[in-house]
Nanobody, 122 residues
Framework: QVQLQESGGGLVQAGGSLRLSCAAF????????MGWFRQAPGKARDFVAA????????AYADSVKGRFTISRDNAKNTVFLLMNSLEPEDTAVYYC???????????????WGQGTQVTVSS
């Protein structure tokens, strides 16, 4: 069983940066894919970014391309989401997720963290 714990959320002004962390506890095999999702109030949970631990391939939502970067620290079983040039529209609860299944990087995740709030003020 994999457990995920996010941290690093907070309040930031528009144009600022935040780095979210996702610590994974339990077996995290090299075949896993790690993802970040977000959910704004009254909206569905949306895909943000993903990283295949086996291939190193990444994927990003169009809305964050060029501003957000997903990365990992293998030694610490931790995945990061560096968010630059933040906009009020980025305000949401951000969730870390993991999956072992093959398929599109943006779909079919099995393990989820509790989420961390990111608020961007204008």
């Amino acid at each position: 069983q994999v457990q995920l714990q996010e941290s690093g959320g907070g309040l930031v002004q528009a144009g600022g940066s935040l780095r979210l962390s996702c610590a994974a506890f339990g077996p995290l095999f090299s075949s896993f894919t790690m993802g970040w999702f977000r959910q704004a109030p009254g909206k569905a949970r949306d895909f943000v970014a993903a990283l295949s631990l086996s291939s190193g391939n990444t994927a990003y939502a169009d809305s964050v391309k060029g501003r957000f970067t997903i990365s990992r620290d293998n030694a610490k079983n931790t995945v990061f989401l560096l968010m630059n040039s933040l906009e009020p529209e980025d305000t949401a609860v951000y969730y870390c997720a993991a999956k072992q299944r093959a398929g599109p990087l943006s779909l079919s995740y099995d393990y989820w963290g509790q989420g961390t709030q990111v608020t961007v003020s204008s």
